[in-house]
């Protein structure tokens, strides 16, 4: 990840972090195959659709979609999802899913031949997880959060018909329940990075760049990303063609353009770093980088831990700055950038907002909560527990396979350029942190969260995967 490896590291990991970043939103379809059947869960949206805003062509270059792409995803998509019938169509405070049931469907819709259902593809509608509860006396583990009818929105992203948040998606918790042990190896990382030859080229440009009075620094900035070049995708932990890591990587490019005035804020109170920044000192060696990280509150837990909540916004932005040496390396860990620092905080305050604005973002936070729930189902042995079987869920029996979209690898210059008083910066680096191992280390014990699990349990006998509570 170049200099991102560096600055990665030194984000508290346990044994390992679930690193992530930059993403898309859509559907994805998902397989889950018995010896002689496949239940398909989308509509085999892969491949070099239009998700999320942005598209990444057969070469692996990713690029914003153009009006046509959009619309075409935006038709194919309001033609294959249905709308939410019967009590899916009503919002619900607190929607379950048993996750033994829910697999328990997968398989009879398998062996029967049949799709998955919209309601299975979309976690029956639930937009954040906000308890997790064990029943040893029933083998099963179930997830319980707040939950709306869906719809497909005009940017072709699966919202929350009330509250505008995307919905949980199937997929990316199969993703998710599949990438803990090797984030604990690897970490889930993704970064969208310049290289050194770019930096060089740049740096040499910059030293026979001189402004006349008058003249508009703008002028220079067509040469100036042709000598920056392409950044470079990267990702590891997560399949490079799933959604998930799709949902990574727009995140980030997202991120970038907002920070760097390359498209206009969705939301109030939310300048780019280049307004910010206007009129302050820069050095030209200086280059701040913005990345999105967990945001977390301490897990609570009953007192025999059968009982888990999970609160807190999710995600965050920090920022650190990086000096660059002649020979195009970058060095973190320098003096922080007071505008960067106040662009970050200001994201944070504004990420609620921004997530309903851009859905990407919401995208981002749902894979960071399914992250933290099945590194806290890993960590706590909590299907041990339960003596509940999620092998397939987990991808160890059967055979899941997941919609496959094309690998991103590299994007023409997401990068802006001030001129200072004492210099040029260029803004181009960043990328996501999810350390979901950090955050379920972090715990406290909650005497109430028991009687709220036993009010869960009423409706547990239920031969649905999901009910209201």
């Not at 070099?48 to 690029?63: E, K, M, S, T, W």
């Not at 991120?255 to 206009?264: P, S, V, W």
């Not at 106040?342 to 919401?362: C, H, I, N, P, Y």
């Not at 396979?401 to 991103?408: A, C, G, H, N, V």
């Amino acid at each position: 990840m170049g200099s991102s490896a560096a600055l990665l590291s030194r984000y508290s990991r346990l044994s390992s972090p679930l690193t992530v970043a930059a993403t898309l939103a859509a559907v994805v379809a998902c397989t889950l195959a018995p010896p002689s059947a496949h239940a398909q869960i989308g509509g085999g949206f892969g491949g070099q659709r239009a998700v999320g805003g942005v598209v990444i062509d057969a070469n692996g270059v990713l690029r914003s979609a153009t009006l046509d792409q959009r619309q075409a995803s935006l038709k194919e998509m309001r033609q294959s999802i249905a709308q939410p019938q019967g009590d899916l169509a009503e919002p619900a405070e607190l929607r379950m899913i048993s996750l033994a049931k829910l697999q328990q469907a997968m398989e009879e819709s398998a062996a029967s031949g049949k799709p998955l259902s919209d309601d299975m593809r979309h976690l029956a509608g639930i937009q954040r997880i906000e308890y997790v509860f064990v029943y040893p006396d029933r083998n099963d583990i179930v997830l319980a959060g707040p939950a709306e009818p869906w719809i497909v929105r005009d940017d072709a992203s699966v919202v929350g018909v009330n509250s505008g948040r995307p919905v949980l998606k199937l997929d990316d918790l199969i993703v998710a329940l599949r990438s803990v042990e090797p984030a604990r190896t690897e970490g889930i990382t993704c970064s969208i990075e310049p290289t050194e030859e770019g930096r060089v080229r740049l740096q040499t440009l910059l030293k026979r760049v001189t402004l006349r009075p008058g003249q508009n620094p703008a002028t220079f900035e067509p040469a100036m990303r042709e000598a920056f070049g392409p950044q470079m995708i990267k990702l590891t932990g997560v399949p490079s063609t799933s959604h998930y890591a799709r949902t990574l990587v727009a995140a980030d490019y997202q991120m970038k353009r907002l920070a760097m005035a390359l498209e206009d804020s969705p939301v109030n109170g939310l300048p780019s770093y280049l307004t910010i920044s206007r009129n302050q000192k820069h050095s030209s060696q200086s280059n701040p980088r913005w990345w999105m990280a967990c945001n977390y509150d301490a897990l609570s837990h009953s007192d025999d831990k059968l009982a888990w909540r999970i609160s807190g916004q999710g995600v965050k932005t920090l920022t650190e700055t990086d000096l660059i040496t002649a020979d195009g390396k970058a060095q973190p860990g320098q003096k922080a950038d007071k505008s960067a620092t106040l662009w970050a905080e200001t994201m944070t305050q504004r990420f609620d907002d921004l997530s309903k604005a851009q859905a990407v973002f919401g995208e981002l936070r749902n894979c960071f909560d399914l992250s933290v729930v099945a590194t806290l189902i890993v960590q706590e042995q909590l299907a041990q527990r339960a003596n509940c079987d999620l092998a397939h869920l987990m991808g160890n029996s059967g055979e899941i396979k997941l919609d496959q979209f094309s690998i991103p690898k590299s994007v023409e210059p997401q990068c802006s350029f001030v001129r200072g008083a004492s210099g040029w910066v260029v803004t181009a680096s960043g990328g996501v942190d999810v350390n979901a191992f950090e955050v379920v280390q972090t715990q406290q014990v909650d005497p109430t969260l028991a009687g709220i699990r036993t009010g869960a349990a009423e409706s547990v006998e239920s031969q649905s995967w999901w009910w209201n509570g």
